[in-house]
């Protein structure tokens, strides 16, 4: 019963390579994300999406492309991929309605290396 | 604009001996704050989390954590640890006005557990 997951686990490819990382969630949210792990741990937010729709947008080289076919899923488009983009790869999603309270929940990561 | 600070990049502890993960964070507007631990290899999981009420919030695994607002500070602390807990532990803020906003990590806390 995985809440969010993700596929695949472990990428390795060359640079250059276009490559994709998909994100669903069975939680049944209406916002979805993903978030950059740096070698030094360090995560930050690359996309958020609402509905479908994109709210969220942090500096994110136009080579990543973020598309969102139904709530449930966000997947993440990698043209020509660069060695800096070797890192851990997380969905996360969370439910916003006003009033109550929003937690992130996170899949298990994908583990980029190009090489 | 907000920030996180995670004042032990590494914390080593004897088993059964207590720990405190240090965490402070600077924000304009108010926010909620988050514990999530990252086990070997695997992905972010929730630990606990304030959002408003009671400033001592628990998990069920025994970590507690307590929001001062007064010192914008919201360490975690366990009293006796176990081999178990050794994972990276992120302190994360989130702007309360803003649902769907995205969470700003600390740089994390490597806490590693020794027999």
């Known amino acids: 019963d995985t809440a969010v997951s993700q596929t695949p686990k472990y990428l390795v490819t060359q640079m250059g390579n276009d490559k994709s990382i998909k994100c669903e969630q069975n939680l049944g949210h209406d916002t979805m994300y993903w978030y950059k792990q740096d070698s030094k741990k360090f995560l930050k937010i690359m996309f958020s999406?609402?509905?479908?729709?994109?709210?969220i947008n942090e500096t994110v080289p136009n080579r990543f492309s973020p598309k969102s076919p139904d709530k449930a899923h966000l997947n993440l488009h990698i043209n020509s991929l660069e060695l800096g983009d070797s890192a851990v790869y997380f969905c996360?999603?969370?439910?916003?309605?006003?009033?109550?309270?929003?937690?992130?929940?996170f899949g298990p990561g994908t583990r980029l290396l190009v090489l | 604009a907000q920030s996180v600070t995670q004042l032990d990049s590494q914390v080593p502890v004897f088993e059964e001996a207590p720990v405190e993960l240090r965490c402070n964070y600077s924000?304009?507007?108010?926010?909620?704050l988050f514990w999530y631990v990252q086990y070997p290899n695997q992905g972010l999981q929730l630990l606990l989390k304030y959002l408003s009420g009671s400033t001592l919030v628990e998990s069920i695994n025994g970590f507690e954590a307590e929001f001062n607002k007064s010192q914008t500070s919201f360490h975690l602390r366990k009293p006796s640890v176990h081999i178990s807990d050794t994972a990276e532990y992120f302190c994360?803020?989130?702007?309360?006005?803003?649902?769907?906003?995205?969470?700003?990590f600390g740089q994390g806390t490597e806490l590693s557990v020794k027999p």
């Open positions: 994360a803020v989130r702007d309360s006005y803003n649902q769907g906003g995205k969470l700003i």
């Open positions: 999406y609402n509905n479908k729709e994109l709210i």
């Open positions: 996360a999603s969370s439910q916003i309605d006003r009033g109550l309270e929003e937690t992130q929940y």
């Open positions: 924000s304009s507007v108010s926010v909620y």
